[in-house]
T-cell receptor
């Protein structure tokens, strides 16, 4: 089964600066999807961005972009122009060819004013 | 968004009792998932379903069973609850190719 690794338990960023949250994955599948979710203190899981393994361009959604490096098996989330409301837990996930979807342990991001 | 509803939202139960959590979707999606969330572990897949009566185990399936007799309902059962199953449980649906949409979560406490 696939394994998702988020090596940063906690990150701090100054408001209005950019931040990168790391995610590496391990799979033998050729076809898979990568996801990032945000979980604020209220507890809901909010979908942010998706990257397919065959997508040649990095995915972007507003201030979120996914830095996809297939050979290195990394799928880092970049948040530009951080806002106080970005403070939350962030989870990286991968869905494999069989639609088995696994998550990393998460990174807690704190945005400082 | 009311596309997926979990019930109950909160439950306290005693060790050794059976517990069933329900996930209900209104969108007719084929794939449904059950996760548990614990500090330091993120979300861990318990079981998932790819259709009526079609289910598969995830990474932490011991002590849990699931059933899917209708497309819209995916039930998670703890046959004999233990304190280690105290957790927040999330249900999710695969919505198209590019998204998995989550329910609000169920906080289960086993005392």
């Amino acid at each position: 089964a696939q394994k998702i690794t988020q090596t940063q338990p906690g990150m701090f960023v100054q408001e209005k600066e950019a931040v990168t949250l790391d995610c590496t994955y391990d799979t033998s599948d050729q076809s898979y999807g990568l996801f990032w979710y945000k979980q604020p203190s209220s507890g809901e899981m909010i979908f942010l961005i998706y990257q397919g393994s065959y997508d040649e361009q990095n995915a972007t959604e507003g201030r979120y972009s996914l830095n996809f490096q297939k050979a290195r098996k990394s799928a880092n989330l970049v948040i530009s122009a951080s806002q106080l409301g970005d403070s939350a837990m962030y989870f990286c996930a991968m869905r494999d060819y069989n639609n088995d979807m696994r998550f990393g342990a998460g990174t807690r991001l704190t945005v400082k004013p | 968004d009311a596309g997926i509803t979990q019930s109950p939202r909160h439950k306290v139960t005693e060790t050794g009792t059976p517990v069933t959590l329900r996930c209900h979707q209104t969108e007719n999606h084929r794939y449904m998932y059950w996760y548990r969330q614990d500090p330091g572990h993120g979300l861990r897949l318990i079981h998932y379903s790819y259709g009526v009566k079609d289910t598969d185990k995830g990474e932490v399936s011991d002590g849990y069973s699931v059933s899917r007799s209708k497309t819209e309902d995916f039930l998670l059962t703890l046959e004999s609850a233990t304190s280690s199953q105290t957790s927040v449980y999330f249900c999710a649906i695969k919505r198209g190719q590019t998204e998995a949409f989550f329910g609000q979560g169920t906080r289960l406490t086993v005392v």
